[in-house]
């Protein structure tokens, strides 16, 4: 969801309908290589329409020092480990050392945002914090104790497991991601051909997989009635 309420608060500022205590709202996807290859303020703004007018806007927001700027990082996670280290350009301008006028909102999630609220180096202060979140770390606990009650030898393995993918850590906190979570982890136990998922791609594919396997044992016919249709 960070990416949708990043375009969407965009969106609502464009047409007037909030944050219009700001000049210019920038969207920063921090995903995209562009950004992440960005050594200067000037190359993290892109227009394609007029090269000119991108010159200009930097230069207003440089000279001001960011003044009247909303400027938005999406998806904080997403940047490469050694640019969320403290000699990065996006470091400087979330501790406030570049565009120290302008106001930042940070989009992450949590795991990776936890040391921007334990820095005690921040120039700019940290005004709100804001974490949205389905289940608590308890909740995740008591879910999986009892979902793994039948089974009490997966447990400890599932946690080391997380404990080594703090992505897919970070899933747990949607409720239904736990059930998946289980449910691939269970499967990869007792299937030596299929490997546990250690990327969020990775997760979705063993779960589509896993849907297909059971679908095709409890639909034995499907695949005999599929040939036909394709002679």
């Not at 190359?43 to 090269?51: C, E, Q, V």
């Not at 406030?96 to 795991?111: D, F, N, P, Q, Y």
């Not at 606990?141 to 080391?160: I, V």
């Amino acid at each position: 969801g960070k990416s949708t309420f990043a375009w969407e608060a965009c969106r609502k500022w464009g047409a007037g309908e909030i944050l219009q205590q700001y000049e210019l709202m920038v969207l920063l996807r921090l995903r995209e290589k562009r950004v992440q290859q960005a050594k200067t303020i000037a190359d993290l703004f892109y227009y394609s329409r007029s090269a000119d007018v991108k010159q200009r806007v930097v230069e207003e927001i440089e000279n001001s020092d960011g003044a009247g700027v909303l400027l938005v990082l999406e998806g904080f996670d997403e940047l490469p480990a050694q640019l969320r280290t403290e000699d990065s350009l996006f470091m400087d301008i979330i501790k406030g050392e570049r565009l120290t006028k302008a106001t930042i909102l940070v989009t992450s999630r949590h795991w990776a945002s936890r040391p921007l609220l334990l820095n005690d180096e921040l120039h700019r202060p940290l005004s709100q914090h804001i974490e949205i979140l389905g289940f608590t770390r308890k909740d995740i606990e008591d879910y999986l104790e009892c979902m793994t009650f039948d089974d009490p030898s997966l447990l400890p393995g599932l946690k080391q497991y997380l404990s080594c993918y703090p992505i897919i850590a970070s899933m747990m906190y949607v409720p239904l991601n736990c059930a998946i979570v289980l449910e691939v982890y269970r499967e990869s136990r007792s299937d030596v051909n299929q490997l546990i998922p250690k990327t969020m791609t990775e997760l979705y594919t063993s779960l589509v997989r896993t849907l297909l396997i059971r679908y095709l044992h409890d639909h034995p016919g499907y695949g005999d009635r599929y040939k036909n249709k394709s002679l």
